[in-house]
C-alpha cells in the first residue's frame, strides 16, 4: 500500500501563494490600481495553476517509482530480556542517491533501540541498518511488514509505503544467564531441605568403577578379587543412582502471576524447572513434565541432555491463567498418565487457604510417588511488614500479613508432617534451592 502526504515544497508553495493573495486583497483595498492589481491577481492564478500541475506530476512520478526491496535478518530463536540485533538490508531500484526512513513493525511484547532509522542509498546500491529488539515475554511472535518513507523528487511529497515482510520468531526462556546462576557445589545443602543423607554402602547405588583404595574407604568397599589378582588393596566406587524418574508439576493458575522484578513468580518457577530438568537428564534420570490450571500440558518422561529441547518446545509459550488451580484434578491426571514411583515435584505458592485444597492431592500422589513441594513465597509482602506503623492503616495491613503469614507457616508444617519434602524460596532463589534438594534426594537415596 502506497500513501502519498504533502511534504515540504507543498506547504512552501501553498504560503507563497497565500502570501501573495492575502498583499493583492489588501492592495485592491487601499489602491486605485485595479488594472494592475487584476493582471496580478490572474497571474497568482496562472503559478498556482502551475504550482498544481507541477505537484501533480511530482505525485505520479512518485507513484510510478518501484519499490526496493528489502530484507531482515536475526535468529529464529531468541532468549527473554536478552537483546538480539535485526538487521535489514534495503536494496533499490532505482540508479539515483535516495533518502530513506525505515520502520520495522516488531512486536509490541519487546522494546526497541530506534523506532525509525534514516538511511540513503547511493546509485541503487544495497545498504544495510541494524537496531536492537528485547523481547519482554515468551512465546511465539511475527515481526509483520515494514514501513518505508522516502522524498518525492521535487519534494512536494513524502511517500510512505508498507512491505509485507513477515518474520516469525520464538523467545525462550535465557538458559545462558540461569546456567551463570547455577553453581552446584560438591556438598550440598541438606540442612535446609529436610533431607537426612545416608552413607554409601552399596544399597541403592549403582556401581562405578574399580580404584585404588583411598584412605577413609570402608572395608565394604574393598574389592577382594581385584585385590588379589592386583595384590593391593582395590576399592568399589560407586555413583548415585541413573535411570530414576523426575516429574514436575507447574500451577499455570493464578497463584504465581504476581511480580517482582523483570520476571512474574511463574517465569522463574518455569525458569528452574527446565534448569533442574537439564541437570537431572545429565544425571541419568528420565524427565517428565506437566502443568496444570490455565492450561494443562503434558510431556512424556524423556532421556539425555539431548532431549530437553522437547521440553522447552513444550513449555516455552506456557503462560498463567487467572484461574484457580484444582491439585486434586491435577494429582488424578497424573497418576492416570504414570505409576511407576517417581520424585513429584509440585510448584506452586501455599496460601492460607492451601491445606484443605492441597491435602487430598498429597495423599493420592503419595501412594505412588515421593512428593517434594517448592513453596514460591512473596518477598513483597516481608518488606511491607518492616515499613514502620504510623497509623491505624498501616497497623491493619501488619495485622494481616501477619495472620496471612501465620496460615502460610501451618500449612508448610502440616505438609512436612504428612513427609512431604518442602522447599520454602523467593522466586529468585528457587533455581538453586530446587537443584540442591533434588540432588539431596538422590544422595540419601530416597527413590
Known sequence: ??????????????????????VIAGLRVFSEWHEALDNAGNALIALAVVMLGWALLDALVSLRRPAPELRRRLPQSLALNRPATVELCLIPTAKISERWL???????EGSSSASAIP?????????????????????????????????????????????????????????????????????????????????KRGSGLDFHQLREYRQGDSLRQID????????????????????????????????LLDQDDQLSHFDHALNALL???????????AVAMMSFGGENRWVAPVKGVLNIGRLLNGFYDLQPQPVASDYIVAAESLIQRYRKRALVV???????????????????????????????????????????????????GW???AEYQQGRQHTQERLRNS???????????LLFRLSEAYLAVKAAGRL
Not at 1 to 22: T, Y
Open 102 to 108: 525505515v520502520q520495522d513493525h516488531y512486536p509490541r
Open 224 to 255: 577382594w578379587r581385584a585385590t588379589s589378582r592386583r595384590l593391593q588393596l582395590i576399592s568399589r566406587e560407586y555413583q548415585d543412582e541413573r535411570d530414576q524418574q523426575i516429574i514436575f508439576m507447574l500451577d499455570a493458575g493464578r497463584r
Open 275 to 285: 534448569m533442574v530438568a537439564h541437570v537431572a537428564l545429565k544425571q541419568g534420570d
Open 346 to 396: 509440585l510448584v506452586t505458592n501455599l496460601q492460607d487457604d492451601s491445606p484443605e485444597e492441597l491435602a487430598p492431592a498429597i495423599r493420592l500422589l503419595q501412594k505412588h510417588h515421593l512428593v517434594m513441594v517448592a513453596n514460591l513465597n512473596e518477598p513483597s509482602l516481608l518488606e511491607k511488614s518492616k515499613k514502620p506503623i504510623e497509623d491505624l492503616d498501616d497497623a491493619l
Open 399 to 401: 495485622c494481616s500479613i
Open 1 to 22: 500500500m502506497r500513501l502519498l502526504v504533502p511534504g515540504r515544497s507543498s506547504f512552501f508553495a501553498l504560503a507563497l501563494i497565500a502570501v501573495l493573495a492575502a
Open 119 to 199: 538511511c540513503t542509498t547511493e546509485a541503487g546500491r544495497a545498504v544495510e541498518v541494524r537496531y536492537q529488539w528485547t523481547p519482554l515475554e515468551r512465546g511465539d511472535f511475527l515481526f509483520d511488514g515494514l514501513s518505508l518513507r522516502c522524498n518525492s523528487f521535487w519534494r512536494f511529497w513524502h511517500l510512505q509505503q508498507r512491505l509485507p515482510l513477515q518474520t516469525s520468531v520464538k523467545v525462550f526462556p535465557d538458559f545462558a544467564r540461569l546456567r551463570s546462576e547455577l553453581r552446584p557445589s560438591s556438598k550440598s545443602n541438606y540442612k535446609n531441605s529436610g533431607i537426612r543423607k545416608r552413607p
Open 419 to 429: 513427609g512431604v519434602i518442602l522447599v520454602d524460596t523467593p522466586p529468585q532463589g
